[in-house]
């Protein structure tokens, strides 16, 4: 692995104290404890040296929505936790189970059969959390509201998988306030059913403050952490 060099390391020093500073904020104002969210740090894009620098820092959750680029980040970082964020095809299950150690986005049925699957075979317990569509457009991902509670009963009855909640991403041209609100109340929903299915994994960069302010327990933090990152990155 490259080192990372020191500029590097005081540039994403200064980015995790802002970052946490406006945390810290977002908490205060929703009156909710710092303790209750986690922090995932969306890697995608940036090298390994990054997410090296950032364990030093004290990041110990990390992201990554592409199964190639994740396998090998998490074969050169072990030992913190990995999250899988992004659209996650069938074929690429078995390998996602054999590293990550939550899944955020599982919003089919098959989805969790094979990552269930991938989970048994591999040895291992990954948490799981269904992807709620904000916008009930299936192209950017995410189940319908109605599809939630089938999903959460293929990976509650998996032995391997642990059902931990719901994920979504705001809409893109939608008020993020009313979008995290419908969110918690499907999260609500959830846990009525599922009660240890508590976390909700919303908000990022560009809109934390909403996300803390409806319940969510896990933001995923890209740009905010990182800086900005070249187009592929979405
Ligand atoms: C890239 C990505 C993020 C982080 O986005 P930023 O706006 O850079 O903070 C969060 N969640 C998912 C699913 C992503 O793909």
Redesign the pocket.
Known sequence: MARVSDGRVQQLAANLAAFEARLMAACAAAERPRSEITVVA?T?TFPASDVAALVTLGVGDF?E?RDGEARAKAAAIPGVRWHF??RLQRNKCRSVATYADAV??VDRIEVADALAHGAARAGRLVDVLVQASLDGDPARGGALPADIPGIAEACARAECLRLSGLMA?APMDADPDAAFARLAEMAAALVADHPRADAISAG???DLEPAVRHGATHV?????L?GG?TPR??
């Open positions: 969306v995608k992201g929505n964020v992004g955020h986005s991403v990022m960069s560009g995923r933090v890209g740009t905010a990182l990152r990155g979405r």
